[in-house]
């Protein structure tokens, strides 16, 4: 185990290293205008990060990515059992749902900004839309890749509606919700930024776009490599919900 673990930081250590060697290679052929090396980066991201000038951008980002994307959780794992349970629902909801999946809610900025102007509202619409079609689908998908025989116990025991949810379906799921979980957050932290670039005031889609006309690229990939950190922290959050909430499955199978 020791060894494992040591294995992999040495690895991460490693890709750092040549991560940074190519990233300094490359920049030594442009114009630190255009394309700055790791020392100019990490001086910009000091200052950033000692003024505070970042963190404003930062806390407003997260806002709405979190917002946004726990309305997208609750809506999308809601409609998601209720279609998967009821045939009726499903007959309705399923092809309005399955119409309007394949458009990215990067499209639907302009509408956003139509309907709720540039600011938080048309950033929470955006974000609610990329975390809602991957968590529904991975709910509907688990509800009905229920077993038979789970199926038969419910009409066995003559459960209701409610019972069955609580006792079946929703621990039978919880796999499913939790992968969803991950895909919504990913998508929401990447439309976030998209959505703050072309209709916010603030936050890091913002901040980039500013430093961008100024032709700051320090502080750009500087906001970069913050958005690519806090993502990575997000990951790994649902990664230890979904540790907690699935614990009971490596005891059922003896690991």
């Given amino acids: 185990m020791v060894e494992k673990h040591l294995l992999k930081w040495m690895g991460a250590v490693f890709a750092a290293i040549l991560f940074i060697s190519i990233w300094a290679t490359f920049a030594m052929l442009f114009n630190s205008f ?5 020392l100019e980066v990490f001086e910009s991201l000091i200052t950033l990060i000692f003024t505070g000038e970042i963190f404003p ?23 998601g059992y209720l279609t998967g349970m009821n045939k009726y629902i499903d007959a309705v909801l399923k092809p309005i749902i399955e119409l309007l999946r394949p458009i990215p809610p990067i499209a639907w900025i302009p509408l956003a900004i139509l309907w709720f102007g540039i600011g ?3 950033a929470f619409f955006i974000i609610f839309l990329a975390s809602f079609f991957p968590v529904f689908t991975s709910v509907y998908f688990g509800v009905t890749s229920l077993p038979i025989v789970c199926e038969r116990v419910s009409k066995n025991y003559s459960l209701t509606f409610s019972q069955k949810f609580v006792h079946i379906v929703f621990p039978f799921s919880v796999p499913y919700l939790i992968n969803g979980c991950k895909t919504a957050i990913g998508w929401a932290w990447m439309c976030v930024i998209a959505a703050e670039i072309i209709a916010s005031s603030q936050g890091l889609g913002y901040f980039i776009e500013i430093n961008r006309f100024s032709l700051n690229t320090s502080s750009v990939i500087s906001a970069m490599l913050i958005i690519g950190v806090i993502g990575l ?3 790994k959050v ?3 919900i979904e540790t907690k909430l699935t614990s009971w499955r490596s005891v059922s199978h003896g690991e």
């Fill in 34 to 38: 255009i394309f700055p090396g790791p």
């Fill in 233 to 235: 922290i997000l990951q």
């Fill in 238 to 240: 649902i990664q230890v």
């Fill in 120 to 122: 938080d509202a048309s």
């Fill in 57 to 79: 951008h930062i806390l407003a980002t997260l806002n709405r990515a979190i917002i946004g994307f726990l309305l997208g959780l609750i809506l999308g794992s809601t409609l």
